[in-house]
């Protein structure tokens, strides 16, 4: 049984499939459009900002 990756180690191979994507201009592709929202969420639920009343 493998164990559950942690989510620095998902983040880790989200970011590396991206720049791997973009170190051979595969930027056109639907695999670099999906990690990259899927980076970019990850970002705002990280460091976004919060909102004050």
Known sequence: M???PSP???DHALLE???Q???E????EQDFQRIGE???SR???TYG???QA
Do not use: F, I, R
């Open 49 to 51: 900002q919060t909102t």
């Open 25 to 28: 201009g595969q930027t056109e």
């Open 38 to 40: 899927e980076v970019y």
């Open 2 to 4: 493998h164990p559950n």
């Open 8 to 10: 620095s180690d998902t």
């Open 17 to 19: 499939g991206l720049l």
């Open 21 to 23: 994507l973009a170190v």
């Open 43 to 45: 970002l705002l639920d």
